[in-house]
């Protein structure tokens, strides 16, 4: 368990400051009994029990936008955590062969116990530097031409592809629009419904809009326990509705964006929990969740055959909405 | 919605023909364009097809004058018209959406801002889905996506060319998550559509961007715009915020689009009727034998039903309530 020195000043966490104040006096009686010797093992277990409690009050009952900041966590497992530390191998493939090298978008062969597949995955960085290279996780039309050039490799190498969503949105820039960054997204959502090999997408952090979906089409869509997917940024949503960029939690609690929600509106299949306090403080727990919940869902999906997978995939977002059980008549049929 | 149920049985038919008026036009008396900043007398501007006589921007045109402009007199029979907004969310900003909804229903005269049906371009039979800028932005929320998905298996079973206009400011926010899900829809639709050899044509007008860029709409067989119409994926408030730099002179617009190699032509209003009719004469012999996934045939049994419907036969919620 990592222990912060001292309590965290990021005010959008400001939800968890009881937790991080115990985990900060932990650190401190922690230091005390190491330097002067003193035995205070009960107080440090009676710490521990108070951290957990506290943990435990506060992640029962966290809003939307606790659960958005929660997602955005710059210590939260993102994409190249995953790659070094869960993953036993993992061989980098760069660029869209077209323009360039997309740094937002990391896309290579991967194994894991035993399972090799192609990851593609949206990337943040976790220092400044890594950050700005990766433009915080906003891929360019590049990254998703990358993407999709890579998902048709897998195709023809008959591996099944891990998508890691974990991205505010895609880039709204200058380059962005001239290169086509609606039609790299469209093509990539079209041409994942004919992508003849198995397809796990997970939200690991962040979903955002039209740039998760761009590598968001998969045969199990996962969410983990405090990620976000949603149409459009709370911030972005309050500033159009509500007038008010100020107003994010209310736009957040109304967007619907956290998984349990999705889940009951048959967007979202299934979600991946988190350690206690979320993956941000337990990364080793959160690595060895995944190391199940990979394998399990590969190896379900590995028993699929290919046309039935590519005909539910595609039956599975066309029933999207209440709207097909107001119509009886569109659930599927044989062809005839 | 409730309360819209008296409003619903006091509709003549389903299918009925849509009766276009000027009032369905946006604006007062007199328009400013978009394109040069002139101020034009309105009457000139709708007797000039809403196309600036000074610099010929296209002034985006309202779903049943789009029909209108499009179709042969008398051909256009629309489809599904009777799907409407659900608000599953229960959303709330300034009014509840389910009002929001209601009041746009009764401004415009119509459920949805897609409107879809069949009609002939001088004489060739199309399947037509028009979304209407008028209605919440023309944005895409369940009954968009559903029905473009619906006139794409239409077109599938009935062996027709699809055309699409659009003019939206992208996703239907209201709806969350289950608008965005319509993009993976509307393209899993058009996928089923183009494996059948199916033939796609959008017109982007103004404005067309966000998640209806970034799906149905680039995903078609041809990608035609009006002159002037700004397209993009993000609009250009957010863009200028996020770089911080003044944008550059027709960033954005049709013929920027073009020049960047986005677009297969940019055409006229007066000249999209002949265009798409070409387009369609070269594009006919493309059909596939192909079984699809029997969505196709559902459609069709729909639109057999809704032939069939007599008015004041239950309502959608009704059929729901007797389903469960």
Redesign the interface.
């Known amino acids: 368990m990592s222990r912060p020195k001292k309590p965290d000043t990021n005010p959008a966490m400001a939800f968890e400051r009881p937790i991080q104040e115990f985990e900060f006096q932990l650190s401190e009686l922690e230091e005390l009994a190491e330097t002067t010797h003193l035995d205070i093992s009960e107080e440090i277990v009676a710490m521990r029990q108070k951290i957990a409690m506290a943990i435990h009050e506060t992640y029962a009952d966290l809003s939307a936008w606790d659960q958005v900041n929660v997602a955005r966590h710059p210590d939260r497992p993102v994409a190249s955590d995953y790659i070094a530390q869960l993953f036993d191998d993992f061989v980098e493939l760069h660029g869209d062969k077209m323009y360039g090298d997309d740094a937002a978008i990391v896309t290579g062969l991967a194994s894991l116990n035993g399972r090799r597949f192609m990851l593609v995955g949206h990337r943040k960085g976790r220092t400044t530097k890594e950050r700005l290279e990766t433009n915080f996780g906003c891929a360019h039309p590049e990254g998703y031409r990358k993407a999709l050039r890579k998902m048709r490799l897998a195709e023809k190498m008959g591996l099944p592809i891990v998508t890691f969503i974990n991205t505010p949105g ?1 880039y ?3 380059g ?8 790299a ?3 990539n ?2 041409e994942m ?2 992508i003849k090999t198995p397809i796990l997408t997970i939200v690991i952090g962040e979903g955002g ?2 740039g998760a ?2 590598i ?2 998969g045969d199990r869509v996962l969410m983990m326990q405090y990620a976000y ?4 940024s709370p911030e ?2 309050a500033a ?3 007038k008010d960029g100020a107003r994010t939690a209310e736009a957040a609690e ?4 956290t998984a349990p929600t ?1 889940i009951e ?1 048959g ?1 979202v299949d299934g979600m991946v929990p988190e350690p206690p306090g979320g993956a941000h403080r337990d990364r080793e727990t959160a690595m060895q969740t995944m190391a199940r919940v990979i394998p399990d869902h590969l190896d379900e999906l590995a028993q699929i055959p290919v046309d039935e997978l590519l ?1 539910a995939r ?2 599975k ?2 029933r ?4 097909a ?12 | 919605m409730a309360s819209s149920k008296p409003e619903e049985e006091a509709k003549p038919s389903r299918i009925s023909r849509l009766r276009f008026k000027k009032k369905d036009m946006p604006g007062g008396l007199w328009m400013k364009c978009e394109g040069c900043t002139t101020t034009i007398y309105r009457k000139e501007l709708e007797e000039k097809g809403m196309v600036c006589p000074k610099c010929r921007f296209h002034f985006t045109l309202p779903g049943p004058a789009r029909i209108q402009a499009t179709l042969d007199d008398g051909s256009w029979t629309e489809l599904f018209a009777d ?1 409407t907004s ?1 608000d ?2 229960n ?4 009014v509840p959406y389910a009002e929001k909804i209601e009041r746009t229903v009764k401004r415009t005269g119509q459920n949805e801002a897609l409107l879809c049906g069949t009609g002939e371009i001088q004489g060739r039979p199309v399947v037509l889905a028009v979304l209407d800028f008028r209605f919440l932005g023309g944005s895409m929320g ?2 968009v ?2 029905k473009i ?1 619906l006139a794409a298996e239409t077109a599938q079973a009935q062996r027709l060319p699809l055309v699409f206009f659009t003019s939206s400011g992208g ?1 239907r ?13 509307t ?6 559509l183009s ?1 059948a050899g199916g033939l796609s044509i959008c017109v982007m007008t103004n404005p067309t961007t ?2 209806v ?7 078609c067989d041809l990608t035609l715009a009006e002159p002037g119409a700004l397209i ?3 609009g250009p408030r ?2 200028a915020s ?2 911080r ?1 003044e ?2 002179p027709g ?2 617009r049709a013929e920027f689009l073009m020049e ?3 677009l297969d032509a940019i055409v006229s209003r007066e000249d999209l009727p002949g265009m798409l009719a070409k387009l369609i004469d070269y594009g006919t012999a493309s059909w596939q034998e192909y ?5 196709a ?3 069709l ?2 639109l057999e ?1 809704e032939r069939q419907k007599a008015p004041g036969d239950s309502s ?1 919620e009704q ?2 309530d007797g ?1 469960s």
């Not at chain 2, 959303?91 to 300034?94: G, P, T």
Request: hydrophobic share 50%; with cysteine; net charge neutral.
């Open positions: 895609a709204p820039g200058i962005a629009e001239e290169r086509g960054q609606s039609a997204i469209a093509e959502i079209l419904f004919r809009s039209g979906l761009g968001g089409i997917y949603s149409v459009i972005g949503c159009i509705l509500w109304a967007l619907k964006l999705l509106l967007i005909s595609r039956e977002f066309r999207i909405g209440a709207l059980d107001r119509f009886p008549v569109l659930t599927p049929q044989e062809p005839s | 799907l659900l599953r969310l959303f709330v900003d300034s369940e009954v996506g559903e998905a996703a926010m209201h709806e969350g998550m289950l608008s965005l899900m319509q993009m993976a829809k393209c899993s639709a058009l996928a089923e494996d966000g998640g860029t970034a799906s149905f709409a680039s995903v993009g994926f993000a957010v863009i996020t770089i730099q944008l550059p960033f954005q960047k190699g986005q079984a699809g996934r029997g969505r045939n559902a459609a049994k729909l039903d959608p059929a729901v389903a």
